[in-house]
């Protein structure tokens, strides 16, 4: 396998074409292998083949179309035989249960799909993020039963967890560092070697399974329980009446402190969920984790409270969301903080409009989407969630108006600091 690698003579089979798997593949066609980019939405494969993506990401049309004119890149919906399958499915967790737990059965159906085309001296990587021992106890057991092959016998299995950024993810994929959990050696290095031929500045760090899988659980984490502790902050600042963001730019002048930024919750598909797959399964150790899921997921129900507040419960006032999107610059809406106000809102009576320049729709979940100069306009009360760059331009607009800046980019209620509103 080394040497097909090093020759670009291997064909690669990538399980899912969203957010990770279509950069990944496109990535990989254009550092010269063969990529058969598998998807089993339909919709999505005609739109890749009629040349266009369906993702909004900085210059990934561009790429892709490099990646598809090369014939190296050929989006389909029927899988084959291939020497690797890189899974990149979506992990959520189930929504419905009282314990938040992964909901798997995405990994589940992609290795049932797999498996039918696994044969000897395959190699199966996930990229998805997914509570420790599912690589091998769940997607390595799934191709054994269908197989009747033996992991490390006869095929391999790998974690390489994606950790890019949204918004920068094709940089990412080629300069940020990859965690690599194997099966055996072997299959450790041979995922290394195919690795390092789309990295830059990146480099390959390998482990087992288990601590890779747990690395990228601990990663998110991390910035979660960080961003708890600046959103608690912000609530008891609020209740003493001083600025959150001048209390935190001072703290951080320390040379061991670095607190990040308050906001309207902690929103994506990573985040707000992959946390919670570490709880599942230490429901009595991981308190802290918990806990700090718990303060993000309370942040946007605390703004609203504050809303209501400031608007005297007055059902008639018309209130303008800036920013749906789960953070600035970005088309997504997954776990979004700031929608959730604006639905929140919107369900207690009140008339919400919102603007969120990365989405074309005019209605977004019920949400009329207007341009920013309507929206400042025609609300009585606006509530600034993103700092999206169109917002910042335009922030001169909204100097007489009476804005709620929940991110401390321009307002007097809480920053002392920017442009004086009135
Ligand atoms: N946020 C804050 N305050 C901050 C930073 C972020 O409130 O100081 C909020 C954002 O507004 C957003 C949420 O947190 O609602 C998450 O945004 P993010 O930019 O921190 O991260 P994601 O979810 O877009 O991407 C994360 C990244 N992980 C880390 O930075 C550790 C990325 O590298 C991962 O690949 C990605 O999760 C993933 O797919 O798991």
New binding site residues.
């Given amino acids: 396998m080394k040497e097909k690698i090093q020759n670009r003579d291997l064909k690669i089979t990538i399980v899912g074409m969203g957010y ?1 798997g279509l950069p990944t593949a496109i990535t990989f066609a254009n550092a010269g292998f063969k990529v058969y980019g598998f998807d089993v939405n339909e919709n999505v494969i005609n739109t890749l083949k009629n040349g266009k993506i369906h993702i909004v990401e900085p210059d990934l049309q561009e790429v892709y179309e490099k990646a598809l004119n090369s014939g190296n890149l050929i989006p389909t919906n029927k899988l084959d035989k291939s020497d690797v399958f890189i899974i990149c499915v979506p992990t959520p967790f189930k929504k419905n249960e009282k314990e938040k737990i992964a909901d798997l059965s995405y990994v589940e159906s992609a290795s049932e799909m797999v498996s039918k085309y696994v044969e000897k001296g395959n190699l199966v990587i996930l990229e998805s ?1 997914v509570p420790p021992k599912t690589t091998e106890e769940i997607m390595g057991k799934i191709i054994e039963k269908n197989t009747n092959l033996k992991i490390n016998a006869d095929f391999y299995v790998a974690h390489c967890p ?5 918004g920068k993810i094709l940089y ?1 994929l080629e300069n940020n560092d990859r965690i690599i959990g194997a099966s055996n050696k072997y299959a450790e290095e041979i995922t290394k070697e195919l690795y390092e031929t789309i990295l830059k500045n990146g480099k390959v760090y390998t482990t087992d399974t288990i601590t890779a899988e747990m690395c ?1 659980l601990v ?2 984490t ?2 979660d329980i960080n ?1 708890a502790f ?2 608690e902050l912000s609530i008891i600042s609020d209740k003493l009446g001083i600025n959150v963001f001048e209390l935190i730019e001072l703290a951080n002048k320390h040379p061991r402190v670095n607190i ?13 969920v ?1 946390p919670w797959f570490i709880v599942e399964k230490f429901q009595k150790e991981a308190n802290l984790i918990r806990t700090s899921r718990e303060i993000n997921d309370y942040k946007p129900h605390y703004i609203v409270e504050k809303i209501e507040k400031e608007v005297e419960y007055n059902k008639n006032k018309i209130i303008g969301i800036l920013g749906l999107a ?3 610059n970005i088309d997504d809406l997954r776990e979004s ?1 700031s929608l959730e106000i604006a639905l929140s809102l919107k369900k207690k009576g009140y008339t919400v409009y919102g603007c969120e320049p990365y989405l074309k729709e005019k209605n977004i979940k019920g949400i009329e989407n207007m341009s920013f100069e309507e929206i400042v306009e025609r609300s009585e009360y606006l509530v600034l969630t993103l700092a999206h760059n169109q917002f910042l331009e335009k922030s001169d607009l909204l100097k007489y108006k009476n804005v709620f800046d929940v991110i401390g980019i321009i307002n007097e209620k809480y920053n002392k600091i920017g442009v004086e509103v009135k």
């Fill in positions: 990770i993020t994606e950790r890019v950024l949204p990412e990228k990663e998110n991390y910035r961003i600046a959103n990040l930024k308050p906001g309207a919750g902690v929103g994506g598909h990573c985040l707000a992959d789960y953070k600035p903080p």
